[in-house]
Nanobody
Framework: QVQLVESGGGLVQAGGSLRLSCAAS????????MGWYRQAPGKQRESVAG???????HYLDSVKGRFTISRDNAKNTVYLQMNSLKPEDTAVYYC?????????????WGQGTQVTVSS
């Protein structure tokens, strides 16, 4: 089993910054990608940022230039630095890990961390 533990969420004023962390532990064989999703009340979960094993990144258009995803492979940890936060960034943020084993991909999720941006 793989466990993902997120931290770093909280309440911040518009224009402020937060840094989310997600540490993976357990039976991790090969990590293909890690990323962050978010879900606001009444909305579907959306991909915010992702990073592959070779360091390639992708971002939701609305966060480009404000959020930065990074990972520490030695620690199996992924980070999301969020700057210039806006009230519309308010959501529960979930960490995601895609691991490969024996030719199959396995999807794992963290429990979520609340980010609230006040105007």
């Amino acid at each position: 089993q793989v466990q993902l533990v997120e931290s770093g969420g909280g309440l911040v004023q518009a224009g402020g910054s937060l840094r989310l962390s997600c540490a993976a532990s357990g039976s991790i064989f090969s990590i293909n990608a890690m990323g962050w999703y978010r879900q606001a009340p009444g909305k579907q979960r959306e991909s915010v940022a992702g990073i592959t094993s070779d360091g390639s990144t992708h971002y939701l258009d609305s966060v480009k230039g404000r959020f930065t995803i990074s990972r520490d492979n030695a620690k199996n940890t992924v980070y999301l630095q969020m700057n210039s936060l806006k009230p519309e960034d308010t959501a529960v943020y979930y960490c995601n890990l895609i691991s490969e084993y024996d030719g199959l991909d396995y999807d794992y999720w963290g429990q979520g961390t609340q980010v609230t941006v006040s105007s």
